[in-house]
């Protein structure tokens, strides 16, 4: 079975740092491409950024770009997002997302809240 | 960037009403759009793939249509377990724009 298993969010003060996890399970992680998503408080959602399964192709949102960076262990089937000079419009459930070729996102995690307030 | 335009933001219909919406982009995506339903408190769910493919374990009340720019969501006899949020998504480049939503509410 598929799992996505997100963790790491919390709250945070304004400019400060966070590190998002994903741990995933169930299929062949390194074979996939990965993303992530979010959703602030009673929004719609936001693709954040992606990664390739090599890591060698890597894209960022706008809002994000500079700040955020994805990174993954296939080794560990983990995903990551490193997230710095967290900004109070950075408040949102952040979500790992699995893209299937020709499909898009297929298998989602359950989500980590991010609260970046003072 | 391309840009996705939900219609219409919110819908009110009955059990068993026959429900379609819309979503159009910026510009040409050919057929790389999705279709996701979330509920409250809940990570999105695949419905649609390639603007008409029906993912795996999704009800055939679901379908999709259309390609180029403009593209609909039906649900042909509406079950109380669909009203939900919709969401529409590209995915023709890498910034993978999700349209803002269509929230079905009950009549």
């Known amino acids: 079975e598929v799992q996505l298993v997100e963790s790491g969010g919390g709250l945070v003060q304004p400019g400060g740092s966070l590190r998002l996890s994903c741990a995933a399970s169930?299929?062949?992680?390194?074979?996939?491409?990965m993303n992530w998503v979010r959703q602030a408080p009673g929004k719609g959602l936001e693709w954040v950024s992606y990664?390739?399964?090599?890591?060698?192709?890597?894209y960022y949102s706008d809002s994000v770009k500079g700040r955020f960076t994805i990174s993954r262990d296939n080794a560990k089937n983990s995903l990551y997002l490193q997230m710095n000079s967290l900004r109070a419009e950075d408040t949102a459930v952040y979500y790992c997302?699995?893209?299937?070729?020709?499909?898009?996102?297929?298998?989602w995690g359950q989500g980590t809240l991010v609260t970046v307030s003072s | 960037d391309i840009q996705m335009t939900q219609s219409p933001s919110t819908l009110s219909a009955s059990v068993g009403d026959r429900v379609t919406i819309t979503c159009r982009a910026s510009?040409?995506?050919?057929?790389?759009l999705a279709w996701y339903q979330q509920k409250p408190g809940k990570a999105p769910n695949l419905l649609i793939y390639?603007?008409?493919s029906l993912e795996s374990g999704v009800p055939s009340r679901f379908s999709g249509s259309g390609s180029g720019t403009e593209f609909t969501l039906t649900i042909s006899s509406l079950q109380p377990d669909d009203f939900a949020t919709y969401y529409c998504?590209?995915?023709?480049?890498?910034?993978?724009?999700f349209g803002q939503g269509t929230k079905v509410e009950i009549k």
């Open positions: 997302a699995r893209d299937r070729d020709g499909v898009t996102f297929d298998f």
């Open positions: 169930g299929f062949t992680f390194s074979s996939y491409e």
């Open positions: 990664i390739s399964g090599t890591s060698r192709t890597i």
């Open positions: 510009q040409s995506i050919s057929s790389w």
């Open positions: 390639k603007a008409s």
């Open positions: 998504q590209q995915y023709n480049t890498y910034s993978r724009a």
